[in-house]
T-cell receptor
Framework: DAKTTQPPSMDCAEGRAANLPCNHSTISGNEYVYWYRQIHSQGPQYIIHGLKNNETNEMASLIITEDRKSSTLILPHATLRDTAVYYCIVRVGSGTASKLTFGTGTRLQVTL | GAVVSQHPSRVICKSGTSVKIECRSLDFQATTMFWYRQFPKQSLMLMATSNEGSKATYEQGVEKDKFLINHASLTLSTLTVTSAHPEDSSFYIC????????????FGPGTRLTVL
């Protein structure tokens, strides 16, 4: 699976959009981009995933560049409960039976 | 989304004893389960992948005789830390995959193991 690079930490004011970048310049054509987050001392939570097109769900939006070498996770209106470590993961296929390789992630701190 | 539970949530044991951690998929059948460990302020590290009814596949550097994994049914996988030592103290997390109709793995809440 391709390696990802994320900033170690970011701050965001409550109510503002949080834009979390991820670089995956060695991504292959059959590799998906997944985002998970982990709130302190809990198991990771799935957020969103995509292959080529931008995706949106009730939690977030995922913007993937045309060359697929980078992506941005957008939390449109961050709240204090969004404070967590966010992991960008690239892996082959969208099935659930293949393993996830977690990097160091971005620690997002949402403040008042 | 699907629910995965772990038991116990927290365990303290003496050095040299064995500890069993259970991972259950509560409302779906998981053909594949994964076990991770996480040290403080570090990322999750995959330990092994288990498929129901077959032997687990361990990641490089993980001792299979120390971390025994059993996936006897489609809803239960267990991790046994044998002859635990203080360096085994960690946060152990399982996830379940292989659910038809889903694109994501579902993670349990984790088990914090402290070995004295």
């Amino acid at each position: 699976d391709a390696k990802t690079t994320q900033p170690p930490s970011m701050d965001c004011a409550e109510g503002r959009a949080a834009n979390l970048p991820c670089n995956h310049s060695t991504i292959s054509g059959n590799e998906y981009v997944y985002w998970y987050r982990q709130i302190h001392s809990q198991g990771p939570q799935y957020i969103i995933h995509g292959l080529k097109n931008n995706e949106t769900n009730e939690m977030a939006s995922l913007i993937i560049t045309e060359d697929r070498k980078s992506s941005t996770l957008i939390l449109p209106h961050a709240t204090l409960r969004d404070t967590a470590v966010y992991y960008c993961i690239v892996r082959v296929g969208s099935g659930t039976a293949s393993k996830l390789t977690f990097g160091t992630g971005t620690r997002l701190q949402v403040t008042l | 989304g699907a629910v995965v539970s772990q038991h116990p949530s927290r365990v303290i044991c003496k050095s040299g004893t064995s500890v069993k951690i259970e991972c259950r998929s509560l409302d779906f059948q998981a053909t594949t389960m994964f076990w991770y460990r996480q040290f403080p302020k570090q990322s999750l590290m995959l330990m092994a992948t288990s498929n129901e009814g077959s032997k687990a596949t361990y990641e490089q550097g993980v001792e299979k005789d120390k971390f025994l994994i059993n996936h006897a049914s489609l809803t239960l996988s267990t991790l046994t830390v044998t002859s635990a030592h203080p360096e085994d103290s960690s946060f152990y997390i399982c996830s379940a995959g292989g659910q038809e109709g889903y694109n994501e793995q579902f993670f349990g809440p984790g088990t914090r193991l402290t070995v004295l």
